[in-house]
């Protein structure tokens, strides 16, 4: 059998982290991305999650990739890539739900799955969409445990489900690329596993527009040499990595970071855009 390429294996590249120093960062909603006050680029490793004998997994890592094709997407793409106000959820969005849930319940195993209302069409710059969210900037993690339950309890009232306890839940996130391989800017997670508890910064999440003023709370991460990068590149329609994003049975846990970066290896690379889209698996 042919080894792959030390560069089939992974590449070298600028993975954007809080600066080392600072211990809480305030992020205001009109802004989105930080600038080299707030967040310093290390050059780090990128493995490559298709290289054989290396493929990572939900239960491992965090995450992994999915073949999973979107009907919803295949038919509407150009429905879901249509210019919008950043904050507008159409209903393209909102049926491309009902062709992933399936997914995160086959793999979750739960017994139910509840859509969070947060799917999100992103825009690399160089795809000129002015009004549009942009590749996230920091490597981080969207919820701290006491948002998780915030955002679960919306998330029954929003899909018209009698708020309950429950034994456990788990927020899983899921990326898909819209746009032909290769992406400027793929999505990079980083393994749970080597995330430290040390590394993770606070971050308060200002949004205030004409129909509301909220806080949300998520988490950034300093630099850390421990950390292992991955990404899937040349990703087409048909595919979805899922991570997790938080899980009440390990609420401490750093699973899983995730930030773009410039695949600098890529050639005639096209502007990215991508859909990404959040799920509360419930276990009674």
């Not at 690399?124 to 969210?133: I, L």
């Amino acid at each position: 059998m042919v080894e792959p390429t030390d560069s089939a294996r992974g590449v070298d590249a600028e993975v954007p982290y809080i600066r080392g120093e600072l211990d809480k960062v305030f992020v205001e909603f009109t802004a989105r991305i930080l600038d080299e006050r707030t967040v310093e680029h290390r050059r780090m490793r990128v493995r490559n999650g298709r290289a054989p004998g290396q493929r990572p997994t939900l239960e491992r890592e965090g995450f992994e990739l999915v073949t999973w094709p979107s009907r919803v997407v295949r038919e509407r793409l150009d429905e879901m890539m249509a210019e919008k106000s950043v904050l507008e959820m159409r209903k393209v969005q909102r049926d491309y739900w009902d062709d992933t849930i399936p997914l995160i319940r086959e793999l979750s195993g739960a017994s139910e799955v509840l859509p969070v209302h947060a799917s999100t069409v992103r825009f690399s710059a160089k795809a000129g969409r002015k009004k549009a969210m942009t590749p996230a900037g920091w490597a981080h993690l969207d919820y701290d445990p006491d948002e998780a339950a915030v955002q679960l309890r919306e998330t029954f009232e929003l899909n018209g489900v009698e708020p309950r306890p429950c034994r456990r839940y788990v927020l899983y996130q899921g990326w898909r690329a819209l746009t032909p391989p290769p992406q400027d800017f793929p999505l990079a997670i980083c393994d749970g596993r080597t995330v430290e508890a040390a590394d993770i910064v606070p971050i308060e999440y200002h949004m205030k527009t004409e129909d509301r003023d909220v806080t949300y709370w998520s988490r950034g991460s300093r630099f850390n040499p421990r950390h292992q990068w991955w990404y899937f590149p040349d990703m087409t329609l048909d595919e979805m990595i899922v991570f997790k994003g938080f899980d009440s049975a390990n609420a401490a846990s750093t699973n899983t970071l995730h930030t773009a970066f410039a695949d600098e290896t890529a050639l005639n690379p096209t502007p990215r855009a991508s859909i990404e889209s959040r799920y509360f698996a419930i276990f009674d």
